[in-house]
């Protein structure tokens, strides 16, 4: 019986041994690693798709998909960037979060890949500016999404409502909503970054988008009377009651369930809201850009564009650059335009299939005189986390929050951020 | 017992030689392993803590140190907000799930009905994982239908029925998404689970009492107040050490409930030290100050456990 069990175990592990040894022969030969952070059931089935149509059309070098939480793979990527194995293919972010790894010598130079492919020609140049640190392209945008003020339109309608167009409209909305018994703006502050969308089209609209991305990289002060006027006005909409309470006990998502059951009437959120919304309600849903405020200001918006990148340890640098030109090609991001809605970054993708609310969505964007990124693309990480903390802080208690002494702590991380940075 | 002869001192005084190496020998793998995973992690944190490590680039080398990151602790706001809510926490699990618990199982000790169900009932939270209380708790919290406030908002309608003076509530607080009560309702959570986790220590304890004393005392007339303030409470004091020690851990190491619950929110209202780290540390790229919490939080847990344990472990010996 022992020697029995003892054979069994030995040929088990016989097995194993074989096993992890063939696997890590083929791994090194033409494997192309691609971590993705697509955990979201929509992209998931995308990004899922995308590596079956690669896979199919090319078995000599296979991808091996791993998918991360989408919050999770931020914190982890840091450590699968330093491993041995790096993956060679990762989904990332345009704006600060990209020039963090690239600052650090962690992405590769992707100019041979942007020349052989043509890219620069067929993606538009600011996009191409997007991905451009120095003198190379460290990253492949390949899609992109617009924030706007969406709205249950069945719900307006009934009040005699439109879109508001202005800061004194948005207002009387409120207060037309309140009378009805409608929450006017639904919003979910448990993870805060939604809170920083309020933020950036307020100050956008406020002081202009020059002001705004000065602000983000750290080069304007968060005591200047301009931030002050952004928050009187973000206290204005809580003295109307415009939100609805206790924001901060919802995720969006769960915030967005107010919305779907008709209890509340609009949302500030990136078109990804649209992959959440039941189907019989995604017909009632509209968007419109977020009200002017100052009518002598430039027009901003937040599109963040979302894409690829190359780990400067990558260990297949031949497949790598094969899997992201098929990652950056027309069909792909075709596909990806057809499947989630998102915007292609491409000038060559046929946009003439688009639904309305995709055409609309381009209009909005390229009626913008200029497209920032979000709050903590734009700003560094470390920025972006005191800026969160403060806004939750003050929609908490809007009404009696120290706004002076948020900004005033709020400067203070600038300052000592701005200062780490340039001793780097 | 003079008796004993040279030869057996001998013999007695080699197998004590013997046993003084062997000891050794055995621990030497887990001294090293000990070393490896705890002394060195440690020391190295304490190292990180004077270095601007953003846990990408190469670690700061030792002419690079400073002391910015302990300057900056005295000033940040959200250092001395996470430092009291440590403070409160602990407050809280010193006196709440302490008494709770000792009186638990001072009840479920005795031979009522059920004794054995309530136990269990009130054993069971132990079993599940932080992250499922934090998300069970998360969802009596909410506001709009969750058990808590239906309740308040149920009864408030209840009492508005009955009496015309009462006007009902439209609305209960927001308890997670509220500044002032957020740290409140996730301890409300650890209390929840803590007091099973006390009554179970004290138990274990009544049951290794000698009924020979209780009997004693009894016999001598003592009332039940006597019987325990005088007797079985002192002879308890083993456990009472252990539950105060286990206690003023779980209270600094608290980061599964919060990180779950409101990840410090809103607006670090409910956030605790070992959060605060985590979130330096693994969100904002700043090892270096993340680990610098770390060493605050390493002193205060030593500078209160180990004063603790000297004494117990010094008055035990001396039995």
């Known amino acids: 019986m022992k020697k029995l069990l003892n054979r069994r175990f030995l040929i088990l592990a016989a097995v194993l041994i074989a096993v992890v040894v063939v696997a890590g022969v083929s791994a090194q030969d033409s494997l192309i690693r691609y971590a993705s952070y697509n955990s979201d059931e929509g992209p998931r089935g995308q990004d899922e798709a995308m590596v079956a149509r690669w896979n199919e059309a090319n078995p000599d070098q296979p991808v091996e998909h791993s998918t991360t939480d989408h919050e999770a793979f931020k914190q982890a990527i840091r450590t699968y960037l330093v491993a041995d194995p790096a993956p060679d293919v990762l989904t990332w972010f345009a704006g600060n979060r990209m020039a963090f790894f690239v600052d650090r010598g962690l992405a590769s130079d992707l100019s041979p890949l942007y020349e052989r492919e043509g890219w620069y020609d067929s993606y538009a140049p600011g996009f191409v500016a997007l991905a451009t640190a120095g003198e190379g392209q460290y990253f492949v945008p390949t899609s992109y999404y617009w924030w706007a003020m969406y709205f249950r339109k069945s719900i307006m309608e009934a009040n005699g409502l439109t879109a508001p167009a202005t800061w004194d409209e948005l207002l009387a909305t409120c207060d037309t909503l309140n009378a009805a018994g409608i929450i006017p703006i639904t919003i979910g502050t448990r993870a805060p970054w939604t809170a920083a969308a309020w933020f950036d089209f307020l100050n956008m609209r406020i002081n202009g988008p020059e002001f705004h991305i000065n602000l983000m990289l750290l080069k304007e002060s968060y005591t200047d009377e301009r931030v002050v006027a952004v928050f009187d006005h973000w206290r204005q909409l809580y003295e109307h009651n415009c939100f609805i309470p206790d924001s901060a006990a919802y995720e969006w998502q769960e915030a967005l369930d107010f919305m779907n059951r008709g209890e509340a009437a609009m949302y500030l959120m990136g078109d990804f809201i649209r992959d959440s919304v039941p189907d019989e309600i995604e017909s009632d849903l509209d968007f419109e850009m977020f009200p002017v405020i100052n009518p002598d200001m430039p027009i901003g918006i937040d599109a963040p564009t979302d894409g690829f990148f190359m780990s400067a340890a990558s260990g297949n640098v031949e497949g790598a650059y094969d899997f992201l030109a098929f990652i950056g090609s027309a069909e792909e991001q075709q596909f990806a335009a057809d499947n989630l809605g998102r915007l292609p970054t491409r000038l060559d993708v046929d946009t003439s299939g688009f639904t309305e609310a995709q055409q609309k969505g381009i209009g909005l964007v390229q009626s913008a005189d200029y497209v920032a990124q979000f709050y903590d693309r734009d700003t560094t990480p470390a920025m972006a986390e005191a800026g969160l903390n403060a806004f939750a802080e003050f929609i908490s208690d809007p009404m009696n929050a120290d706004v002076m002494g948020l900004l005033e702590s709020l400067e203070a991380d600038r300052v000592r951020i701005a200062a780490e940075q340039a001793g780097e | ?319």
Do not use: H
């Open chain 2, 1 to 319: 017992m003079t008796t004993i002869s040279a030869a057996q001192r001998a013999a007695q005084g080699e197998g004590r030689m013997r046993i003084n190496v062997t000891p050794y020998l055995f621990l030497l793998v887990p001294l090293a392993v000990y070393f490896v995973w705890i002394i060195f992690p440690t020391l190295f944190s304490i190292y990180l803590s004077f270095t601007n490590w953003d846990g990408i680039s190469p670690i700061p080398a030792p002419n690079a140190l400073s002391l910015d990151n302990y300057n900056r602790l005295f000033t940040d706001r959200d250092f001395g907000m996470s430092f009291g809510n440590n403070v409160k926490w602990m407050i809280v699990f010193l006196t709440v799930p302490t008494t709770v618990g000792l009186g638990l199982a001072m009840i479920f000790n005795t031979d009522i009905r059920g004794a054995r169900w309530f136990k269990i009932s009130f054993y069971a939270p132990l079993i599940l994982s932080f992250v499922v209380i934090g998300t069970i708790w998360a969802w009596i919290y909410e506001p709009r239908a969750g058990l808590l406030n239906s309740i308040i908002v149920g009864i408030s309608e209840l009492l508005a029925s009955i009496f015309p003076f009462v006007t009902p509530l439209e609305r209960g607080p927001g308890w997670l998404a509220d500044r002032n009560l957020a740290l409140w309702s996730i301890m409300g959570a650890a209390v929840w689970r803590q007091c099973g986790y006390v009554m179970i220590l004290y138990l274990a304890g009544l049951k290794n009492l000698d009924p020979s004393l209780i009997e004693a005392a009894r016999v001598d007339g003592a009332n039940g107040w006597q019987l325990f303030r005088r007797v079985i409470f002192p002879l308890l004091g083993p456990i009472t050490t252990v539950v105060i020690v286990v206690s003023v851990i779980d209270s600094l190491r608290a980061f599964d409930l919060v990180q779950v619950m409101t990840r410090g929110g809103p607006g670090g209202a409910s956030n605790v030290l070992a959060n605060f780290m985590y979130i330096e540390a693994f969100n904002n790229y700043s090892f270096g100050y993340g680990a610098s919490i770390a060493v605050v939080l390493l002193g205060l847990s030593l500078f209160i456990v180990v004063p603790y344990l000297y004494r117990t472990v010094k008055t035990e010996l001396e039995y």
